[in-house]
């Protein structure tokens, strides 16, 4: 059986797609959403993807400030796992038709070992990677995003209480891959892609 017979692709209430990611995606933060899918096996939602407001104004900016309102960026994607190969891929690609904006941004952490296998196999072009510096806490011997510790605990002072000083430190930022794609015709393509800001480059690798 293939994808297209396995599963359905629906949108789904906003409110709904933020809280399966949350409960499954490993930030489990909140995310921006304007459009939120859901990957259907029967009745099951196996899988969800958000697309949402950028908030960084380098990714907004990335086609200049003209071009703001035609971006949107992939702010969760969450697929269960043991699905069959290219399923991710399968659902970005034909969620990406049901939306009405022309560059879509997505970041993959390699903190967490991502370096957006996934965005690769969907045809998106790699751009590097964002830009930050500073630090970021840290628990040792536990891979909670820091995203998360803040969520959850809210100061320092309650991240030290609850992990113990001694467990608590602070890394430097890992930078995040950027990708995009350009949802729109070659000719309109051609425009963008001559206003992008940033170069494109080869695609890493996992462990390069």
Request: glycine share 6%; aromatic share 12%; proline share 4%.
């Amino acid at each position: 059986m293939g994808l297209k017979e396995k599963y359905k692709i629906k949108l789904i209430d906003k409110k709904l797609a933020n809280k399966i990611q949350i409960e499954n995606h490993y930030l489990h933060t909140r995310a921006s959403c304007i459009y939120g899918f859901g990957l259907f096996e029967d009745e099951e939602i196996i899988g969800v993807i958000l697309y949402g407001n950028p908030t960084a104004p380098t990714t907004l900016d990335i086609c200049g400030k003209d071009e703001r309102k035609s971006v949107i960026e992939i702010t969760r994607l969450w697929i269960k796992d043991d699905t069959p190969k290219n399923t991710e891929s399968y659902f970005i690609g034909n969620t990406i038709k049901l939306i009405d904006k022309e560059i879509i941004i997505a970041f993959a952490d390699p903190e967490f070992e991502h370096v957006g296998t996934v965005y690769q196999a969907s045809n998106f072009i790699y751009t590097g990677r964002s830009k930050r510096g500073g630090r970021v806490i840290a628990i040792k011997g536990n891979k909670i995003h820091n995203k998360t510790l803040w969520k959850q605990y809210k100061t320092a002072k309650r991240i030290r209480e609850v992990f113990g000083d001694e467990n608590v430190y602070y890394k430097p930022y890992i930078t995040k891959l950027r990708y995009v794609y350009f949802n729109c015709s070659k000719k309109r393509k051609k425009e963008l892609l001559s206003k992008m800001i940033y170069k494109i480059e080869p695609y890493p690798k996992p462990n390069g």
